[in-house]
T-cell receptor, first 115, second 115 residues
Framework: DAGITQSPRHKVTETGTPVTLRCHQT?????MYWYRQDPGHGLRLIHY???????DKGEVSDGYSVSRSKTEDFLLTLESATSSQTSVYFC??????????????FGPGTRLLVL | AQTVTQSQPEMSVQEAETVTLSCTYD???????LFWYKQPPSRQMILVIR??????QNATENRFSVNFQKAAKSFSLKISDSQLGDAAMYFC????????????FGKGTKLTVNP
C-alpha cells in the first residue's frame, strides 16, 4: 500500500471556524490531490498539486485553499467552515510521469462534521 | 468536459456467481486511462483494475476483468466467483493522458454479495 496518512481522521467543528486537514506521503510522488465524497456525487476534486508550491483548482474549490511547502505534505484549509462542507475528504497521490504512473492511490480519508 | 456514468446504483450477486458492473464515459479524446476502484465499508479507496485506451486487450486481475469497448465508450467490470469480501461500492474513473492527470469519477455502484 502507498504510504499515505491523513490527519485528523475525524473532526467535529462549528460553522465559521477555520479547519486544516493534512495529507502526508512517504512515496516522494510529485502529484497530490484533495477530493471530497458526498452521497450521490462520488468523489469530486477540490484542489491538486503538481509540485512544491504548485497548485491548481479542481471542480469544487470554492471555500477551500491548499498549500504545499514540502513534497510530502499537502494541506487543505477550510477558511470558514460551513455545514455544506460536512463530508469525507480523501487525499490521493500519483507519480504523474505520464501513462499508468498517473494512477492515483488514496489515503484513508477524514470525516468532517460541521455543526 | 469528460463525464462518467454508472447506471446501476445497486447490484446484488450470489456468492460464487459472476456479476458485471456497467460504466460509460463521454470524451472527445483518443488517449486516456480508465480505472475501477473499490470502497469497502472501511471507506478505503482501493484500486481494482486499470486500462489504457490504446490497448485493445482487456485488462484482468485475478477474478476481476474488464470489457473495454472504445467505440461505444464502455468500460464494464466483471467479477467472477464473487466472494463476501467483494461487497463494496465500486467506482469507475477516467483520466486524461498528460496534463494534470485528474480523475473524473462516476457516482458508484453498491454491490451486495449474498451468501
Amino acid at each position: 500500500d502507498a504510504g499515505i496518512t491523513q490527519s485528523p481522521r475525524h473532526k467535529v467543528t462549528e460553522t465559521g471556524t477555520p479547519v486544516t486537514l493534512r495529507c502526508h506521503q512517504t512515496e516522494n510522488h510529485r502529484y497530490m490531490y484533495w477530493y471530497r465524497q458526498d452521497p450521490g456525487h462520488g468523489l469530486r476534486l477540490i484542489h491538486y498539486s503538481y509540485g512544491v508550491k504548485d497548485t491548481d483548482k479542481g471542480e469544487v474549490s470554492d471555500g477551500y485553499s491548499v498549500s504545499r511547502s514540502k513534497t510530502e505534505d499537502f494541506l487543505l484549509t477550510l477558511e470558514s467552515a460551513t455545514s455544506s462542507q460536512t463530508s469525507v475528504y480523501f487525499c490521493a497521490i500519483s507519480e504523474g510521469r505520464g501513462g499508468l504512473s498517473g494512477t492515483q492511490y488514496f489515503g484513508p480519508g477524514t470525516r468532517l462534521l460541521v455543526l | 468536459a469528460q463525464t462518467v456514468t454508472q447506471s446501476q446504483p445497486e447490484m446484488s450477486v450470489q456468492e460464487a456467481e459472476t456479476v458485471t458492473l456497467s460504466c460509460t464515459y463521454d470524451t472527445s479524446e483518443s488517449d486516456y486511462y480508465l480505472f475501477w476502484y473499490k470502497q469497502p465499508p472501511s471507506r478505503q479507496m482501493i484500486l481494482v483494475i486499470r486500462q489504457e485506451a490504446y490497448k485493445q486487450q482487456n485488462a484482468t486481475e485475478n477474478r476481476f476483468s474488464v470489457n473495454f469497448q472504445k467505440a461505444a465508450k464502455s468500460f464494464s467490470l466483471k467479477i467472477s466467483d464473487s466472494q463476501l469480501g467483494d461487497a463494496a461500492m465500486y467506482f469507475c474513473a477516467y483520466m486524461t493522458q498528460g496534463g494534470s492527470e485528474k480523475l473524473v469519477f462516476g457516482k458508484g455502484t453498491k454491490l451486495t454479495v449474498n451468501p
